[in-house]
């Protein structure tokens, strides 16, 4: 007859439960996984599905009661750890939001919005253009695979346990937060640049010849104007989104290591 002790209950649960927390936290805050347009049900099976192919890579888990202080602390650092590893890929798609905000209202396209489907906000369609490009690019560069990978990793960095993330730890996060800013700057800076640049032109010409309406002329002139800058600036973009999206897997990782 097979018997079976509270201690092996909760070992067998929280050798599953624990990883299968994490992993569903940093679907829950990355890019792509945890879209709106991605039903629930989608990312519940496919967190499921990764944490039992993980299960028998991990180190040994600790034995705890599910119901005490020592799993509610471990609960807590699993979904810090699920959710700042998202939240600093999040970090580069909304650097694309700032360019196209910046982008958009330098070619008097900051009123037409639409809703962001990823988000569910409502963003500039130059943004929302910026995002689609983004998520194609990054699932075109296998970053799915490679975020998945690297939380996979983090079981060995960071084993599941009362102690995770540190408090320096979580003020490199927010410290990445800049990132997003700079990143957006970067770039919009061209195509910025270079509307700064017509709408001084269209200045000089008000003032050469007052009789010209600038209103009708200048408004459309700038819209078209900032598609070329955009179509021209394209190369430069995806450059820079993909330099940004290097620079958070590195961040990830050197994030597990802070102690």
Request: hydrophobic letters at 60%; zero cysteines; aromatic letters at 10%.
């Amino acid at each position: 007859m097979l018997s079976l002790t509270t201690d092996q209950i909760a070992l067998w649960l929280g050798s599953f439960f624990w990883p299968f927390v994490r992993i569903s936290s940093m679907m829950m805050a990355a890019p792509v996984f945890g879209a709106r347009m991605m039903p629930v049900r989608i990312r519940i099976i496919l967190a499921m599905t990764i944490s039992v192919l993980t299960v028998p890579l991990l180190p040994p888990v600790p034995a705890v009661d599910p119901i005490s202080f020592a799993a509610a602390g471990i609960l807590f650092q699993q979904v810090l750890i699920g959710v700042a590893t998202g939240l600093i890929i999040q970090m580069v798609f909304q650097s694309l939001v700032i360019a196209g905000e910046s982008i958009a209202n330098g070619m008097g396209l900051g009123f037409a919005r639409m809703v962001d489907p990823a988000n569910g906000v409502q963003v500039p369609v130059i943004s929302q253009f910026f995002v689609v490009l983004a998520t194609l690019l990054f699932v075109i560069l296998n970053g799915h695979l490679l975020l998945i990978k690297l939380m996979i990793r983090s079981f060995e960095i960071l084993p599941i346990g009362e102690s995770g993330l540190s408090l320096l730890a979580l003020k490199t996060v927010v410290n990445w937060g800049s990132q997003m800013f700079i990143g957006g700057l970067m770039v919009a800076l061209p195509a910025v640049t270079a509307l700064m640049v017509v709408n001084i032109s269209m200045g000089v010409i008000t003032r050469a010849a007052p009789q010209l309406n600038i209103f009708a002329v200048g408004f459309p002139l700038m819209i078209l104007l900032g598609f070329v800058f955009i179509a021209a600036t394209l190369p430069s973009v995806f450059a820079q989104f993909t330099q940004l999206l290097m620079d958070s897997f590195e961040y990830i990782s050197q994030l597990m290591e802070v102690r």
